[in-house]
């Protein structure tokens, strides 16, 4: 039976249509290009963009998944974490829709949802719950940067954050030192790849540090000297390409490290990655060369399941729906800092 998601917990307006684990439509509308002036997301201008956008988004995933409003089964939608007024649209008009229809609502944590995206493959994409076992989780986006250890599929434990800038957020403020527009983490992996990794020895912030915590602002403060201290340097074409594959190298040699030591320290045999900053390249190649040669299984999220999506909001209400969970009540607010626990 279909089930209907909304995600809108940031600037990406998505909803998707999910029946037996199948994702029947997933419509994603980014409002990149509406931010990328402000270099940033404007809170007041990402909720009313969601207004704008959500039923255009909502009829379109339910037109392609052959699937007419009435048919709906049930509801689900982001409660949290995001930003307020952002989360409030998408939240309340699944909340409107489950009352009108009488149908049971999910409200979901946006990290939970992340967690188990890297389950969904294959075409037409598919959620392989049954594959499950337990991992250790990289969340890895412009807001956060999480080290999850997912004992069963109702039950997480948090290793560790980062306790300053999130990697996407490095990327990004890394990305504007060098001149790149917003976002600028796909663009400093497009400029990588015709760059040397080596080129520049840049800080590797607590790699060594036994705690499973990161810490990734010193690293763009480093960058920020080292730019300010020869100056034309972004003037030479190769040397920016340089520049994006060394401070690429030192982030992506972080995540690995320390994806890969607390797998370790916890004794799984499964890593799991998910969240924008997965969709960078020599990411997804360095972990999946380090999880293969350690012996570790590996599913990363597929790149149109790493940003947000209300994809993997779907699959994992369904879920839990089938597994017997009561839906969530229609009053329920939103929760802008929920902790993932
Ligand atoms: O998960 P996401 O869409 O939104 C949230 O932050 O929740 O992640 C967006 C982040 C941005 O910081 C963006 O620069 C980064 O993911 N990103 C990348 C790449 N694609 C997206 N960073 C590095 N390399 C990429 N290819
Ligand atoms: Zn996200």
Redesign the pocket.
Known sequence: MPLLAFETS?D?TSAAVVSNGRVLSSIVSSQVKLHAEYGGVVPELAAREHIRNLLPVATEALREAECPIGEVSALAATAGPGLPSALMVGLKAAQALAFSLRKPFVALHHHEAHLYSPWISGSPPRAHFEDFEPNVSLIV????TMLVHVTDTQTHLVLGGTLDDAA??C??KVGKLLGLPY????E??RLAKKGKADAFDFPRPMLTDSGHDFSFSGLKTSIRYFVRDRPGLLDDSQALCDLCASVQAAIVEVLVAKTIRAARQRSVGCITAS???T???ALRRALSLEAAHQGFRLHIAEPRF???NAAMIGVLAEHRLGCGVEGSSLDEDIRPSWPLE
């Open positions: 940031c990406e986006s412009g807001g956060h996407g957020e990327f990004d976002p600028a983490g796909p400093v992996d969240g924008g900053v969709c960078n390249s790493c940003t947000d």
